[in-house]
């Protein structure tokens, strides 16, 4: 049996008591490392199981899968992921690998940031299409997030923004080398994506002065913006300010995220935000 068990957010202690019954008694129990992170670190998890794992990266997940599902037609081995298992493809593709493979395969759900993200206030069934924020360079800085986030809007739909994370990526140089060279791990903080999007605010309103239309343009410097970091964490910290603002902001370690509130809030939605996350009234 193959089972792909969540961890939760916050600690070692957020497994569920399925997950930690069934850890103990696997052959072999896998930490996928790359698509999130706890702020806990392996050997507390490690201390809490009472077993080793093994990291397993992204080089391990995506380009030696089979090393990961060889003996689980007759053994039991767990890959365990931060949050719920389903909250990337990653971990779809997987399942489709072991079933393929004739290998079975359990699920064991937890809190996500995708459903966890209520802890601000805004109401879960308010939420349009979760995007994604890249990390920039000189050369490649995408902004097609920048068009689903206005889609939401004009649905008065709230946008939750993952912040992207880099975690054993390949230097360009070492690409063209036999031996692999890694970049320091580098986690986007809401600072640095507000940064990120009041540059595309920018771009476009040039557009709009010129052929698109105003109402083309929904995210303005002044819109309101809500920041989140460790979320499920007892270091957990919700900020709520306008765009311009969030650029300025320290929520100090990852991981952070970023929520595009649409321009309709309801009132229980304004009351929390104004008592949990230091909303000032007057941008309401």
Known sequence: MFY????????PEDITVKGLNIIKQCERVYLESYTS???CGQEKLEEFYGRKLILADREMVEQRADEILEGATSQSIAFLVVGDPLGATTHTDLMLRAKEQGIATSIVHNASIMNAVGCCGLQLYHF???VSIPYWDDSWKPDSFYDKIVANLKHGLHTLCLLDIKVKEPTLESLMKKKREYMPPRFMS????????LEIVANKSKEVA???GPDEHKLQENSLVVGLARV??????IVACTLREMQQMDLGPPLHSLIIPNSQLHELEKEFLQKFAALDQQLL
């Open 4 to 11: 792909i068990i969540g961890l939760g957010l916050g600690d």
């Open 232 to 237: 499920g964490h007892e270091s957990q910290k």
């Open 210 to 212: 010129g052929d698109v």
């Open 128 to 130: 349009g299409e979760t």
């Open 190 to 197: 809401v600072r640095e994506a507000a940064s990120q999007l």
């Open 37 to 39: 992170i706890l702020s």
